[in-house]
T-cell receptor
Framework: DTGVSQDPRHKITKRGQNVTFRCDPI?????LYWYRQTLGQGPEFLTY????????KSRLLSDRFSAERPKGSFSTLEIQRTEQGDSAMYLC?????????????FGSGTQLSVL | AQKITQTQPGMFVQEKEAVTLDCTYD???????LFWYKQPSSGEMIFLIY??????QNATEGRYSLNFQKARKSANLVISASQLGDSAMYFC??????????????FGTGTRLQVTL
């Protein structure tokens, strides 16, 4: 069990630049989630995939954010024209189990700093 | 209104002692789930324990138990026999079953636990 892998671990960028993060879920998990965690807060839900279909997006996900999961395997989260308010930890999680007892397995996150 | 409230920003406990981390929640959904996660300094969120709103018994997982008081809308985490490796941030989270998305969780702001010798 290799766990959920996220790349990069840290990203520093200048305001206005585009950034892309990658998440590799646990191989047999067909459900994948993205969360965002700002300093001193708990994670907030961003979006959810079942296989390759993006089934839900939070209102937190402005039109500068886009997420994909081609072929239902790895996922990418892109932020265009980054702003300082985008600075946060971006956490990916994959899930298994039935709906009521679904458990999330999180990666270590990508820490984004926008200067 | 806050859906998940963790009123203890930080807690200290001596090694081998038990500690209770508080969590209260607010929902009008009759069916929901409550979770506790641990976040060490490495950043990943580690699942600890789950309690369903219709579960009759309090959940237990090894040294972790969940003190579920439905009428008070509280779901406190009890860690017995604390170990130095328990030092971390602890988050309480809730899933409301009317959302349609199984793990669209609402998290609290967390409690930082420090275990001392």
């Amino acid at each position: 069990d290799t766990g959920v892998s996220q790349d990069p671990r840290h990203k520093i960028t200048k305001r206005g630049q585009n950034v892309t993060f990658r998440c590799d879920p646990i191989s047999e998990h067909n459900r994948l989630y993205w969360y965002r965690q700002t300093l001193g807060q708990g994670p907030e839900f961003l979006t959810y995939f079942q296989n390759e279909a993006q089934l839900e997006k939070s209102r937190l996900l402005s039109d500068r954010f886009s997420a994909e999961r081609p072929k239902g395997s790895f996922s990418t989260l892109e932020i265009q024209r980054t702003e300082q308010g985008d600075s946060a930890m971006y956490l990916c999680a994959s899930a298994t189990g039935g709906r009521r007892n679904e458990k999330l397995f999180f990666g270590s996150g990508t820490q984004l700093s926008v200067l | 209104a806050q859906k998940i409230t963790q009123t203890q920003p930080g807690m200290f406990v001596q090694e081998k002692e038990a500690v209770t981390l508080d969590c209260t929640y607010d929902t009008s959904d009759p069916s929901y789930g409550l979770f506790w996660y641990k976040q060490p300094s490495s950043g990943e969120m580690i699942f600890l324990i789950y309690q369903g709103s219709y579960d009759q018994q309090n959940a237990t997982e090894g040294r972790y138990s969940l003190n579920f008081q439905k009428a008070r809308k509280s779901a406190n985490l009890v860690i017995s026999a604390s170990q130095l490796g328990d030092s971390a941030m602890y988050f309480c989270a809730m899933r409301e079953d009317n959302t349609g998305t199984a793990s669209k969780l609402t998290f609290g702001t967390g409690t930082r636990l420090q275990v001392t010798l």
